[in-house]
Nanobody
Framework: QVQLVESGGGLVQAGGSLRLSCTFSGSFFSHYAMGWYRQAPGKQRELVATFTNGGSTNYADSVKGRFTISRDNAKNTVYLQMNSLRPEDTAVYYC??????????WGQGTQVTVSS
């Protein structure tokens, strides 16, 4: 059974930075593609960034150049470094793990609030 626990959210002023962490509990972390998604109030959940088990990354256009996803397979952890934060980045951020077989798991989410 896979469990994902996000941490690192909080309140930050516009222009500031936060680093989110997602710790994976279970087997074969390296077999999973990892991703960060976010959901703002009244909006659909959207992709922020992904890091495949093959090592490639993908970003939403709205965060390119500001956010960086990384993973540490030795620590079973994926990170999202968020710089130059904007009020529109305010959302609950979720971690997702997707196995080769396409089975996926979600974390509980961590709130990020950016004040103007």
């Amino acid at each position: 059974q896979v469990q994902l626990v996000e941490s690192g959210g909080g309140l930050v002023q516009a222009g500031g930075s936060l680093r989110l962490s997602c710790t994976f509990s279970g087997s074969f972390f390296s077999h999973y593609a990892m991703g960060w998604y976010r959901q703002a109030p009244g909006k659909q959940r959207e992709l922020v960034a992904t890091f495949t088990n093959g090592g490639s990354t993908n970003y939403a256009d709205s965060v390119k150049g500001r956010f960086t996803i990384s993973r540490d397979n030795a620590k079973n952890t994926v990170y999202l470094q968020m710089n130059s934060l904007r009020p529109e980045d305010t959302a609950v951020y979720y971690c997702k793990a997707t196995h080769y077989s396409a089975r996926s798991y979600w974390g509980q989410g961590t709130q990020v609030t950016v004040s103007s």
